[in-house]
């Protein structure tokens, strides 16, 4: 649906698609191991900042709703566990099948996680906003997201086994 205003949701989606594309050339066998490590470092930094701007700009708010409790509640469950995954993986060497394994696994979650966000929470976010929040949420995300990005660490981490 196309909209006239610029909002948060235009913000997060164009982030979005910028993350599938990553991805999707970081799926790519035939790339190179010090290029997909720059790119995997990128995609990182990338993730990890969009995540917290994005639960500092929307869920913060959202969580606050009681019709939207539950389902940002899930969104951010999520989050964690992309980040346990992203940990994960750079204890692993990048030229194994073990990495491209564990790689795709992260792709998929990653992917079911921006789908369900756009097809599902914020269209239902957005009914309990106003428009005037929307637009207010987009300064804040690309304010927060270029701090979150900087201060973005790999991190090597396996999480223990729950
Ligand atoms: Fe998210
Ligand atoms: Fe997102």
Known sequence: MPRQRKDIFDALTA??????????????GNTASDKRMALFEELTRELKGHAAAEEQALYSVILAKPEMTDKARHSVAEHKEIDDLLNHLATVDIATKEWSRKFAELSDEYIHHIDEEEEELFPDASDVLTEADEVHMRVVFERRKKVEKAQAEITPEVEPEK
């Open 15 to 28: 982030d979005h698609d910028r993350h599938r594309s990553l991805l999707k050339t970081l799926g790519n």
